[in-house]
């Protein structure tokens, strides 16, 4: 069975660009989650949704970044203008009706 | 925010030894999760624990909550250089908002 799956899985762009990550959620699962990882910060939950609507934004760090899930087996995270400090990995996971979440491999984004 | 802290942060052994990791906080949980994520890859769950007290074993790896579901341990006998990796803590805040730990990295030296 498919998992969770992101892409592109490495970027490299110059700071002031957009990146736009997406993914696609295991059939079936309801809930999308949107986290970053850093060395410094561990995992953070920036966005998820449920149902395809946002339910916690919370951890989006600002204005720059914005997410959306048109349907239910798609979401993208968009970072407009990106900058050096936006290096991170940033993953998407899945899950049915909040039971086990299922993580994708994650997109390496590195800004320089 | 109740936060986990994980130990330690990095630990490196021997093939054959046994280990011990722990994920801590002041405050109680109604669960707390353990993921293990290997090098360019998600993590992955491993297991639950929800009772205060309750020890779930998975082949090599022993879990445990403490009594009172403020900490939690994992032990894992006869390390391989599979079991390398990450290893996370978390907790759900809300329905569905997983916090994680900052993870203690382990590597296994054949």
């Known amino acids: 069975d498919a998992g969770v799956i992101q892409s592109p899985r490495h970027e490299v762009t110059e700071m002031g660009q957009e990146v736009t990550l997406r993914c696609k959620p295991i059939?079936?699962?309801?809930?999308l989650f949107w986290y970053r990882q850093t060395m410094m910060r561990g995992l953070e939950l920036l966005i998820y949704?449920?149902?395809?609507?946002?339910?916690?934004d919370s951890g989006m760090p600002e204005d720059r970044f914005s997410a959306k899930m048109p349907n239910a087996s798609f979401s993208t995270l968009k970072i407009q203008p990106s900058e050096p400090r936006d290096s991170a990995v940033y993953f998407c996971?899945?899950?049915?009706?909040?039971?086990?979440?299922?993580f994708g491999e994650g997109s390496w984004l590195t800004v320089v | 925010t109740q936060l986990l802290e994980q130990s330690p942060q990095f630990l490196s052994i021997q093939e054959g030894e046994n280990l011990t990791v722990y994920c801590n906080s002041s405050?109680?949980?109604?669960?707390l999760q353990w993921y293990r994520q290997e090098p360019g890859e998600g993590p992955v769950l491993l297991v639950t624990?929800?009772?205060?007290?309750e020890v779930k074993k998975l082949k090599r790896l022993t879990f445990q909550f403490g009594d009172a579901r403020k900490d939690s341990s994992l032990h894992i006998t006869a390390a391989q250089p599979g079991d390398t990796g990450l290893y996370l803590c978390?907790?759900?805040?809300?329905?569905?908002?997983?916090?994680f730990g900052q993870g203690t990295r382990l590597t296994i030296n054949p």
């Open positions: 059939s079936g699962h309801n809930s």
């Open positions: 405050s109680v949980f109604s669960s």
């Open positions: 978390a907790r759900l805040q809300g329905a569905q908002k997983l916090v």
């Open positions: 996971a899945s899950s049915f009706n909040g039971n086990t979440i299922y």
């Open positions: 624990v929800v009772t205060g007290g």
């Open positions: 949704f449920n149902n395809n609507v946002p339910i916690d």
